[in-house]
C-alpha cells in the first residue's frame, strides 16, 4: 500500500514538474507569495520574526495558496486529458490513488512552506548582522511545521473532493478558489457581522483560555476536518461513478 | 467457472443505463491464448462489456470470471492481471515515453532490473526506443497507441484488453499497429479481447470472433463458421456464352448450390471447398468461352453486414 502511494505520488511529481506552461506560472507564484513571507516581512521584524509566533501564521495561510492551483488537477486534470480510465483499470487501489494524489499535494504546500520558512530565517541572519545564529525557538519551529501541515492537508483535502467531482480542470480551481476565499474570509467578516454584545463576549472567552490550550484546540478541530475531508473524499470515491463521470 | 483453457466466462451479462440496456444477457467464453474479436457497430455495448470485465462497473444481472477472478467481487485481482488499452490511449502527455512506462511498471512492481530490461525490450521491438526520452505529447498518434500497448504488456498479463486499438489511426499506422499486436501476442502467448468495428483488423487478427449488436451477442464463432452463415465459398467466372442450358447444366452438379448471372459474370455459390476443375471444363465443353476464374469467399464485412440485415 504505502509503495503504490509513493508510485502515485512519483507520477503526480513528475507530471507537475514537467507540465507545460507550468513553469513560469509556478515561478511567479512563489515570488508572490516568497517575497512577503520570506523577504519583507522578516526585513521589517528582524529578531522578532524569530522569536515571535508570527511566523506561525504565516505558514498557516501559505499552503492554502499554493496547494488549491496543484491539487485541483488531481482528478479533473486526467479526466480532461483521458488518462484517468487507464489509472482505474491498473492494480491500484482506491486508497492508494487517492492518497498518493493527497499525498503529492500536501508535500507540495508543505515542503514549500518550510522552505519558506528557511529562506525567512537566513533573511534576519542576514539583515541583524549580530553575529550570532539565530533560529526558530523549538515551539514555534514545531507550530510552523504541524500548523503548514495541517493546512496543507486542509486544502489538498478539500481539492481532492472538489476535483472528484469537477468535469475539467478549469470547473476545480474556481470552486476550490471559492472555497479558500470562503475559508479565509468567512471568520474573519464572520465575527464583523457579529452584534457588539456577542463580539464582545467572543473577545472575553479569546482572552480568557490558555493560549497553549487553544492552540492545540484549534489543531484538533483542523486534524478532525483533514480526518472528515478524507473520509468524504474515500466515500466520493468509485471507479463506476468516474468511469462514467 | 474459467478452466486453463478459458480465459473469461460470461453468463447472462445485462447492464443497464437509466432505462437503457446497454449490454442484454450476454453469454460467452473466449479460450486461452488466442485473439477474440469482439465486434459490433457504434454503441453497440461493447466499451460496456469491457468496463464490467474489467470490474469497472457492476452489471446489473449475471456474471463474469476472468482468469478465475469473479469481476464483482475480486475485481481487483482481475486488474492485477490484465493490460488494458481502453478507448483512449491513457498516455501521460507531458511525461517522456520511458517514464510512461516506468509509472506504470512500478505499479504493477516490477522489480526496478527487470522494469529498465523490459521497457527496452518492449520499445525496441516496438522500433521507439530511440525516441524513448520524448515527452509522449510529441508522438504522432500512432507511436502513442503502440506505447500504450507497450504499456498494456509491460507487466506479462495474462490477458489483454483492447479496445478499438486502431481507430482514427491512418492506415500506415493502423498497419504497424496490428503487426505489433500480432507478434506480441504471438510472442507472450497472452489472450487478447479485442474490440473494433474494423472488419480487416478482425479478419486478420483473431481467431474467434463474437458479434455484437444492440447489446445483444447476434453470432460467435471462428471467421470461417461466421463467413458459412453468411454464404459458402463461391466462384466468379467472366466470359462470354453463358446460356440457360449451360447454367441449368451447372446447377445439376451435387457441388453447386446456387448458379446465376451478375452483370456478365457468372456466379457459382458452392455447398464446401472443392476443387472447381470439373466445373470450368463443363463450361468450356458448353462452349462458355472462359476469360477469368476467381475463386473467393465471403468477407468478414459481408458476413457482419449480413448479420446487421438480420438483426433488423
Redesign the interface.
Known sequence: MIADILTVMWKEWKEFLTRRGRTRGTILTLLVLLAPFSIFFPLQMGRDWVESPVAIGFALWMPLFLVPGVVADSFAGERERHTLETLLASRLSDRAILFGKTGAAVIYGWGLTLAATLLALITVNISSRGGELLLYPPAIGLGIAVSSLLTAWLAAGIGVLVSLRASSVRQAQQSMSIAMMLLLFVPVFGVQALPDEWRAHVAAILTAVNVTMAVLGAAVLVVMLDVGLLAGAMMRFRRARLILG | MTTNHTAIHIENLTRD?GKVRALDGLSLDVPAGIIFGFLGPNGAGKTTTL?LL?????PTAGHAVVLGFDTRTQA?EV??RTG????????????SAE?NLE??G????LPPAERRARIQELLTHMGLWERRKD?A?KWSKGMKQKL?LA?ALLHRPALI?LDEPTAGLDVQAAVAVRDDLASLAAREGVTVFLTTHNMTEAEKLCGRVGVIRQGRLVALGNPDELRARAGGPHVEVVGRGFTAEVLAQLRAQPVVAAAEMKNEHLTIDLHTETDTAPLVGLLVGAGVQVAEVRRGKASLEEVFLTLMEEEK
Open positions: 443505463f468496463n474489467l470490474g469497472l462497473l457492476e481487483d486488474r492485477a488494458a488499452l481502453l478507448e483512449h490511449s491513457g498516455i501521460y502527455e507531458q511525461l517514464d509509472f506504470y512500478r505499479v504493477y512492481r515527452s505529447g500504450a504499456r484488453f
